[in-house]
């Protein structure tokens, strides 16, 4: 069974980064898909960034040239690694893994923005 746990989110002033972790455990073989996804308050989930086993990535345009994804050496480990944030990027941040045909979610982890 595949499980997910993320790390890094926090507080930050506008402006600032963050970089989030997600650690991947169990049965995780390639092809496969990890990325982040985030759920503001009154709001659907959306994507922020995906990177496939191949290295192939993805941004949200609301995203791109401030947030950068990536893999760990190990590849069972994915970064957002998050610049220049901005108070809408408050959200809780969802790490996921899409590997044969199944959809994995991990807990979610708080980022806040203050302006």
């Known amino acids: 069974q595949v499980q997910l746990v993320e790390s890094g989110g926090g507080l930050v002033q506008a402006g600032g980064s963050l970089r989030l972790s997600c650690a991947a455990s169990g049965s995780i073989f390639s092809p496969n898909i990890m990325g982040w996804y985030r759920q503001a308050p009154g709001k659907q989930r959306e994507l922020v960034a995906v990177?496939?086993?191949?290295?192939?990535?993805n941004y949200a345009d609301t995203v791109k040239g401030r947030f950068t994804i990536s893999r760990g050496n190990g590849a069972n480990t994915v970064y957002l690694q998050m610049s220049s944030l901005k108070p809408e990027d408050t959200a809780v941040y969802y790490c996921?893994?899409?590997?044969?045909?199944?959809?994995?979610w991990g807990q979610g982890t708080q980022v806040t923005v203050s302006s």
């Open positions: 996921n893994i899409k590997i044969a045909l199944k959809d994995v």
């Open positions: 990177i496939s086993s191949g290295g192939m990535t």
